[in-house]
């Protein structure tokens, strides 16, 4: 499918959506009044009502943990009084707040359970908005069926609100999922019914929303001129939007598809004008691109002028798609001006960018089966021009027959040989090369999964879950990470994650631990699985000391571009289930509460001490000096023993000393 507005932004309208909310208290309260409500003390709806407002406040500050704080303490106090319409609001925020972390497995899990309670008191309004939500997840995650069913329910109980805004976003939604499945026809139904509501309507982003998923329908139709007629009436009304360039972009393309080059030209060099103005990078890449698919056929110069500005920008993004498409039109233009050496140079980096996005086995597959028809097509394209040659010269000299065919004949057979060697040569080098793509998949598969999982998957495509009675199963996480990562640059904060984590996977590989996954700064690993062993509690504990202690040498001398952090470490020991989940991207991952508790431990760890569950510390007190912190309290469990755990008996010289913790 061609890339266009809602292939390229999706439901964009949801965002009114999420925002579209009506609690008790307006989302225009001050941070500091909604606080002095709280301060009163009174735990009553209104102080959930203002818990909800907080937690939308810190959205719009793009703080997003402390959005999820204050929407945990709405949840809980809504519980305790009864308040389901404000729970209903308190998931709902939180997982807002999620889906901006792209967290979307806990956006689904709290969205699903907003969307319940609403269906319990029979929110109207609130069922419309969050299945609208759900949808929006949905699609964006590529199950368009699903999607369907959600944005059709929230059209549905749209209508019974008559509200002509949800009403018309939830018809561009399916309008915009059916373009998405090429079902045009459909699209056009659903789009076309907005058109009713318009006149109705002061939403600048429904009405663009509307002309931007029409104009691309018709776009991927080739009726371009309606497509222009769309696309510029969607410009006329957002001159003064970020959006202005991206529309000039799709404007250019639709007189490129009309032959109208100049005019083509003339519109992408607005775009890349008003985008660069408004530091608009990306629209800058496309905008490029799409300058340089022009020139390529008219002035390859300024074709490979238009793909290098693109190329410097969009490295500087990462973003591999239009990186593909820069190199693929970079490789076309050398090749037609003869400069073969970069035109082989900039298909190969085609090659490579497109095997990263899409599957490397497949495409390898297509384009080795297209490799062999284009070899065979041209051997025989050699014999048939031979055999017109042999012709000719037997025609030629007819008395001379016998003596020419028998030599022709033996250059025939060692054509035919040589051929046959070429070919036989080929055949080695390509079973080769599968075999080495074969080996690096099975090593990327064993870097992903553990050895018995990754045989398992390999022998019957699929893993059967595994209940383990015994697991260790520890959290580490850094301690004011998400505040330091806002003042460093992408590079610094990537090479010093990678640095620590880099050191904790040695440490883990070194006691024979599993590593499960990492989630932003937080680092997750398990003992005692895929084999069961009985002294996993120990070597995880010892494993603790270590990472401790990386963090800690780091701290006193830290290398070069790396930013030192405290660690907070939490263990918990107990049954779980682990199996694989995905069917493109497999992750080997494990549940159960013996992993939530594990969570709980480390979050309530102290920087640079290993905190340790009753269940841990009963099989690891015969080893350990630990230090009883008492009970905590927990959330969802209520009060727990906790445990520092302070040295090996035996060794103490690995103890952790809370004294020697720097703060940073």
């Not at 719009?60 to 308040?83: M, S």
């Not at 990678?498 to 997750?524: H, N, V, W």
Request: aromatic share 10%; with cysteine.
């Amino acid at each position: 499918m061609k890339n266009g507005f809602w292939s390229t932004w999706g439901s964009l309208i949801f965002i009114l959506l999420l925002l579209h909310w009506n609690p008790t208290l307006a989302q225009n309260n001050s941070i500091d009044s909604l606080k002095n409500i709280l301060q009163t003390g009174q735990q009553d709806t209104a102080r959930v009502a203002a818990l909800n407002a907080l937690s939308l406040e810190y959205i719009q500050l793009d703080e997003l943990e402390q959005t999820k704080v204050y929407a945990d303490q709405a949840i809980t106090l809504a519980n305790e009084l009864g308040f389901k319409k404000g729970k209903a609001y308190a998931l709902k925020n939180k997982g807002l707040a999620e889906f901006y972390q792209q967290k979307y497995k806990e956006v689904l899990e709290n969205w699903t359970q907003s969307l319940q309670t609403f269906e319990g008191i029979q929110d109207t309004l609130g069922i419309a908005n969050l299945a609208s939500n759900l949808g929006v997840i949905y699609f964006t995650q590529g199950s368009h069926a699903k999607a369907l069913d959600y944005y059709l329910k929230s059209l549905s109980y749209s209508e019974k609100l008559g509200d002509p805004v949800r009403i018309s976003s939830a018809l561009l939604n399916i309008g915009g999922l059916y373009s998405q499945m090429l079902d045009y026809d459909q699209a056009l139904n659903y789009f076309k019914q907005v058109e009713h509501y318009l006149p109705i309507l002061n939403e600048l982003q429904i009405k663009y929303s509307y002309l931007m998923g029409i104009g691309e329908v018709y776009s991927n139709r080739d009726d371009h001129i309606n497509a222009l007629k769309y696309y510029t009436q969607a410009l006329a009304i957002n001159e003064d939007s970020p959006d202005y360039a991206h529309i000039l972009t799709m404007i250019g393309k639709e007189e490129r598809q009309m032959g109208n080059t100049q005019k083509a030209i003339d519109y992408f060099n607005l775009a890349y004008d008003r985008a660069t103005e408004s530091d608009l990078a990306l629209d800058q890449v496309q905008t490029l691109l799409a300058l340089g698919n022009t020139y390529r056929k008219t002035d390859v110069k300024k074709a490979l002028k238009a793909y290098q500005d693109a190329e410097t920008l969009a490295i500087e993004l990462d973003t591999n798609e239009e990186l593909r498409d820069i190199y693929e039109g970079m490789a076309l233009s050398y090749q037609a001006t003869g400069d073969y050496k970069n035109a082989y140079a900039y298909q190969n980096k085609y090659l490579t960018i497109k095997d990263e996005i899409f599957n490397i086995e497949t495409d390898d597959k297509i384009r080795g089966l297209q490799f062999d028809f284009d070899l065979e097509k041209k051997e025989d394209e050699i014999g048939m021009l031979e055999r017109e040659a042999q012709i000719a010269d037997l025609q030629a000299k007819r008395q001379k027959y016998v003596i020419y065919g028998t030599v022709l004949g033996l250059l025939l057979v060692f054509v035919l040989a040589v051929g046959s060697y070429k070919r036989y040569r080929y055949v080695k080098k390509t079973n080769k090369i599968i075999e080495e793509e074969k080996n690096r998949s099975e090593n990327l598969l064993l870097n992903i999964l553990p050895d018995e999982t990754a045989l398992e998957l390999k022998q019957f495509g699929k893993v059967k879950a595994k209940k383990f009675e015994s697991v260790t199963v520890m959290f580490t996480d850094f301690k004011s990470f998400t505040s330091y990562s806002q003042n460093l640059s992408p590079e610094l904060l990537v090479k010093t994650v990678d640095y620590y984590f880099s050191k904790f996977d040695t440490i883990m590989e070194k006691y024979g631990l599993e590593k499960i996954k990492t989630i932003g700064d937080a680092y997750m690993c398990a003992g005692g699985l895929p084999f069961p062993t009985e002294d996993h509690p120990y070597k995880m504990v010892q494993a603790a000391f270590e990472v401790a202690q990386v963090m800690e040498e780091t701290k006193l001398k830290p290398p070069k571009d790396i930013v030192p952090f405290d660690v907070r470490i939490g263990i918990n020991t107990g049954g779980i289930v682990a199996g694989v989940v995905g069917t493109k991207k497999f992750a080997y991952d494990i549940w159960g509460d013996t992993v939530n508790v594990a969570a709980r431990m480390e979050s309530l760890s102290e920087p640079g001490r290993v905190n340790v569950s009753q269940s841990t510390y009963l099989l690891i007190k015969d080893r350990y000096t630990c230090e009883h912190r008492g009970q905590i309290h927990v959330k969802n469990k209520g009060m727990m023993d906790m445990y520092f755990v302070n040295e090996k008996k035996d060794e103490p010289s690995i103890k952790v000393k809370k004294e020697n913790i720097i703060n940073i």
